[in-house]
């Protein structure tokens, strides 16, 4: 690979090669970029609503304990 690059001015390297692999490849970074921001969404989502959950069963059954009731 070093060797096709090594007559090629240095914008050939740093610049059209980067942008035309975005071009080509960019469709597939996006989605796979959304897919995993989705995911760690979900992941997080998850979390919260299980932690809600724990502390609302926790709460419910302290205060059903000490009154009693159960």
Do not use: C, H, N, Q
């Not at 942008?19 to 995911?39: C, H, N, R, T, Y």
Request: glycine residues 12%.
């Amino acid at each position: 690979m070093r060797e096709i690059f090594a007559g090629m001015p240095w914008w050939v390297k740093w610049i059209a090669v980067p942008v035309m692999a975005l071009f080509v490849f960019g469709g597939l970074i996006a989605s796979v970029v959304g897919f995993v921001i989705g995911l760690l969404f979900k992941v997080l989502m998850f979390v919260v609503l299980v932690g809600g959950l724990v502390f609302v069963v926790r709460k419910f059954m302290t205060s059903s304990s000490s009154r009693g009731d159960w």
